[in-house]
């Protein structure tokens, strides 16, 4: 059975997925929770200070279910690392009917300009990504299977993550997963 605080942060990780952070109430944690406000105070000082925990969880699940066995699996080439990353995400987009987007991308649109606390460990878990597929894309020049149209792999990672964050944008937007198809085409060929 899990602990009071655990179902405190799965209730918030799962409400500030579809609501925001700001659109989700301490009423609503404690009500989708089953916990008692006394009880969140006694884990939690804030509902910020809850929003770092919950950033903080939802990093080490994206590490696991999604850049470990994408970015970070060596057994496959580096082209399809990069791949993987954007097919794993399109499959969570249509696991959830495109309504839900992406988590961080989500909360980085909505918080980047109301709490700085919030901003920085989205913002660093953005980085890790660009420099996890950096890393792959360097491994591709260096064993000639990637020619990434005369680009760097610094000049390349950050627009690959934008454009995964984009294709999510705007699968969320339109409830269509065509936007991270044609993201994975546009990937495929600017890989070489």
């Known amino acids: 059975m899990a602990s ?4 405190i942060l799965e209730a918030a990780m799962d409400l500030f997925h ?18 008692c406000k006394s009880n969140f ?13 919950v950033i903080e969880r939802k990093v080490q699940e994206m590490r696991q ?18 791949l ?25 649109l909505e918080l980047s300009d109301s709490s700085e606390e919030l901003r920085k460990p989205l913002s660093r878990f953005f ?6 597929v950096e890393s792959c894309l360097q491994d591709g020049r260096k064993r000639g299977e990637l020619s990434l149209q005369g680009l760097s792999p610094v000049e390349l990672a950050t627009p690959i993550v934008s454009l995964l964050q984009g294709g999510m944008l705007l699968t969320k937007a339109h409830k269509d997963s065509r936007a991270m198809r044609d993201s994975i085409k546009v990937l495929t060929i600017c890989m070489g």
């Open 4 to 7: 009071n605080k655990d179902r």
């Open 18 to 35: 579809d609501h925001g952070f700001q659109g989700t109430g301490l009423e609503d944690i404690l009500s989708s929770s089953g916990v």
């Open 41 to 53: 105070y006694y884990h939690f000082k804030s509902k910020e200070e809850l929003g770092l925990k």
């Open 65 to 82: 279910a999604v850049l470990e066995p994408s970015l970070g699996n060596a057994d496959l080439s580096p082209k399809q690392r990069v």
């Open 84 to 108: 993987g990353l954007f097919e794993r995400m399109l499959s969570f987009c249509e696991e959830h009917a495109c309504r839900k987007g992406c988590f961080f991308g989500n909360l980085a």
């Open 127 to 132: 980085s890790e990504m660009e420099a996890e």
